[in-house]
């Protein structure tokens, strides 16, 4: 793939890490690429960050044909930057085009479009502890036209981000809701891909839970309101007795690359692990009886994120005293040891950019 380059003549002023939160701050330029049934993807270009112009009837503005992902690409101690199970992330991105009619990008060249962003943005990826530069390709349908159907243009973008930390509490336990009126896909739907809509779906329910003090919710499924799916727009955990649950991958649950890191170090470790359905009823029982141990959110912006309340029908309860857990802790120390190089990749993992 042959990409162009224009260099912006106006490279912003970095922000000090202290203030990065999430997604606030953008690199000075971006990836694009256009695509067209005729023409199959043309024009790859990196490009000063700056407005993408749309017209009104564009499809993306009115069908939400759109489709993300999220990767970060991390500081090694040594200085070299490098990425963490990228091919993971390129073929998810796949899985959800193909959901929602949104054209195929070749593997080799989405992960050529990353490296070469983040090669040129370099100096854009931060050193503090805990800092990385997400990355956020984005896919969109684009047809000048208000007619519904799969597209025949398409967009496709590379922005990065310079960030610290997640969620303003960070590694501390969050305050979790269970939602019982929303849901957030449903089978059959789009859940396991994503898509802009599902997070659009997601807003009410996390703003009520916000109103209420709670960081976000735990979803249940979109049929019964009965097994625990997600929390807020990460991948859940919990450990119950000895045994670690984690729900199923039943096709409204996004397939999370950390959920399946922390599967993958969990199980080479000894632990139980089970991917099955878990009911919110069970999950009360182990909450009132005293077995649930922890419960944590995974996700790549916030990596392991630990619950230390859950409210349910109005009852608070508090899981390990609030506290984060030794199997939360273990596995935020070991996902981020390999992402930031601190600790040998035994499982090949890592990516480096150069
Ligand atoms: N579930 C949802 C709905 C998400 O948006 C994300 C974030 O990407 C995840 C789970 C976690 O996925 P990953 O670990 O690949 O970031
Ligand atoms: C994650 O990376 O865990 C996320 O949920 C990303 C989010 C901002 C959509």
Known sequence: MNISITKTNAPKVKPESSVLGFGQYFTD??????????????????????????????????????IFEGMKAYRRADGKVQLFRPMENIRRMNNSAERLCLPQ?????????????????EDWTPSAPGTSLYLRPFLYGNDETL???????????????????????????????????????????????????????SNR??????????????????????????????????????????PALTGSILPGITRKSCIEVLKKEGYTVNERLLSVDELAEALANGTLK?????????????IGELCYKGVKYIINEGKIGAVTQHLYDTLTGIQWGKLEDTYSWTYPIN
């Open 29 to 66: 330029h971006m990836f694009m690429m256009d695509y067209s049934t005729e023409k199959g993807w043309y024009d790859a270009r990196i490009v000063p960050f700056g407005p993408i112009a749309l017209h009104p009837a564009s499809t993306v503005l009115h069908y939400g044909s759109e």
């Open 105 to 121: 990008i070749p593997e080799e060249d989405m992960l050529e479009a990353l490296l070469a962003l983040v090669r040129l943005e």
């Open 147 to 201: 007619g519904v159907h799969a597209v025949h243009n398409a967009t496709f973008v590379i922005i990065a981000s310079p960030v610290g930390s997640y969620y303003k509490e960070g590694i501390n336990p969050v305050k979790i809701m269970i939602e019982d009126e929303d849901v957030r896909a449903v089978r059959g739907g789009t859940g396991y891909a994503k898509c802009g809509g599902n997070y659009a779906a």
């Open 205 to 246: 329910a996390g703003e009520r839970a916000a109103q209420k003090g709670y960081s976000q919710v735990l979803w249940l499924d979109g049929v019964e309101r009965k097994y625990i799916e997600e929390v807020g727009a990460m991948n859940v955990m919990f450990k119950i007795g000895d045994e670690i649950v984690t």
């Open 294 to 306: 922890e419960a944590w959110g995974c996700g790549t912006a916030a990596v392991v994120s630990p």
